[in-house]
């Protein structure tokens, strides 16, 4: 876990890598949530990927979401059984989002972001999950 410090008032960029276990993703949805965001220190205001269109998050109750369609990540893979888990792999396909937030008021509290495929509705849709691993998409929790 990491622990970020802005200044009231000031603009802060977030960035996260973000990789791919599960099958291909065109497109993407980016939520933000947590007490940080639901008790008003943070603002979400926009994310982008590298080379890609700055998209504004919409905030609907604790949590604020915006989709990237134009953010693509290919099929990730898993280790076939007769290599087991010594067995060195390549990195997981990867790509790195930024998010731009404003820090509203001082405090210290939990923001959570998460990424999923893009039309999927967030932890709960679980036609993404093949039950070979614990999630074929992860989130990132860190404190401000």
């Known amino acids: 876990m990491r622990r970020g410090k802005a200044r009231v008032g000031a603009e802060a960029v977030l960035r996260v890598r973000v990789e791919n276990c599960g099958g291909p993703a065109r497109g993407l949805y980016v939520e933000i949530g947590g007490a940080a965001l639901a008790d008003g220190m943070v603002r979400a205001l926009a994310v982008a990927i590298e080379g890609g269109a700055v998209v504004a998050f919409t905030r609907k109750e604790a949590v604020a979401r915006a989709e990237l369609p134009e953010a693509v990540l290919e099929a990730g893979f898993m280790p076939a059984a007769s290599e087991g888990a010594s067995a060195a792999l390549p990195p997981q396909p990867a790509i790195v989002i930024a998010l731009r937030v404003r820090a509203?008021?001082?405090?210290?509290?939990?923001l959570s972001v998460r990424v999923g495929p893009r039309g999927a509705t967030g932890r709960r849709d679980r036609r993404w999950w093949d039950g070979r691993s614990p999630?074929?998409?992860g989130e990132s929790h860190t404190a401000v």
Do not use: F, V, Y
């Open 104 to 110: 509203e008021r001082a405090g210290q509290g939990l």
């Open 135 to 137: 999630s074929r998409w």
